[in-house]
């Protein structure tokens, strides 16, 4: 049994609030009857639940490893007409949303779903799923202060976790330094927020891998589907990872 919001949205009707809006409209039946309240639960295998007079549809659940470029929005849609990240994936026909966000600056790995509980699953702070970034920043920190950001770092909302941190690659003609740092949280703006914390502001940022997926192969604003073996790695390497943490 799931509640009756989440089941009409992750049949592609609307986002979770908007469909709170239908049934608190009255414009959503289950078996017949009108429903109004919030909280309700629904088998979508063996109710009848139309909206607006017509059945909802169940979607197959779809897991988009997409290459977010710079410069889009991570979201359904934008006031301003700037691209989304479902611009790229308009052949899709159900309705799939990011999990997590990457900033407008900031470009790589992004997971889209339609199935609820994976995203929230990968999302929670108590999971602690690993996400690798590579950030470029003008010169060369100090090997002190990266051990800075391996110790977790006070910033305006409170100490990071750990984070694990090396050189990735030093250009001494560009006097640039990409620094290859995984971080166990999903703050705003987090890894930009660190390295302004050191003295060294991140000039470019991407993400390469979420949990145990990498961004190889999938070129610049591309995407592909994850296998179900994927989408079971990825799973169990979330509960896992709570595990480690709780047990701690």
């Known amino acids: 049994?799931?509640?009756?919001?989440?089941?009409?949205?992750?049949?592609?009707?609307?986002?979770?609030?908007?469909?709170?809006?239908l049934i608190t409209a009255g414009r959503v039946q289950v078996n017949g009857e009108v429903v109004t309240a919030m909280g309700v639960k629904v088998d979508p295998t063996q109710d009848v639940i139309l909206v607006e007079g017509k059945p909802i549809r169940q979607q197959k659940k779809v897991y988009v490893l997409f290459h977010k470029p710079k410069?889009?929005?991570?979201?359904?849609?934008?006031?301003?007409?700037?691209?989304?990240?479902t611009d790229y994936l308009k052949d899709i026909s159900e309705r799939i949303y990011p999990v997590g966000r990457l900033d407008y600056d900031t470009e790589g790995l992004l997971l889209l779903t339609n199935d609820g509980d994976f995203a929230n699953l990968l999302t929670h702070p108590k999971h602690h799923v690993p996400r690798t970034y590579h950030?470029?920043?003008?010169?060369?920190?100090?090997?002190?202060?990266?051990?800075?950001?391996?110790?977790?770092?006070?910033?305006?909302?409170?100490?990071?976790?750990?984070a694990e941190v090396e050189y990735h690659d030093i250009n001494?003609?560009?006097?640039?330094?990409?620094?290859?740092?995984?971080?166990?949280?999903?703050?705003?703006?987090?890894?930009r927020r660190?390295?302004?914390?050191?003295?060294?502001?991140?000039?470019?940022?991407?993400?390469?891998?979420?949990?145990?997926?990498?961004?190889?192969g999938v070129g610049r604003g591309r995407y592909r589907h994850l296998t179900p073996q994927e989408v079971k790695e990825l799973t169990d390497d979330a509960r896992k990872t709570h595990k480690i943490q709780k047990g701690k």
Not at 3 to 20: I, M, Y
Not at 179 to 189: A, D, H, M, P
Not at 199 to 211: D, I, Q, T
Request: aromatic fraction near 4%; hydrophobic fraction near 40%.
């Open 194 to 216: 660190m390295f302004d914390a050191i003295g060294f502001p991140v000039v470019r940022l991407r993400r390469v891998m979420f949990g145990p997926l990498a961004l190889t």
């Open 1 to 21: 049994m799931e509640r009756l919001q989440k089941v009409l949205a992750e049949a592609g009707v609307a986002s979770r609030r908007k469909c709170e809006e």
């Open 135 to 162: 950030a470029t920043v003008k010169g060369v920190p100090h090997g002190t202060l990266l051990d800075k950001l391996r110790n977790g770092i006070e910033l305006e909302d409170g100490m990071t976790a750990p």
């Open 172 to 191: 001494p003609e560009s006097n640039e330094t990409v620094v290859s740092i995984t971080i166990y949280e999903g703050r705003n703006r987090q890894v």
């Open 71 to 85: 410069g889009v929005i991570t979201s359904a849609s934008d006031p301003g007409g700037r691209k989304i990240v």
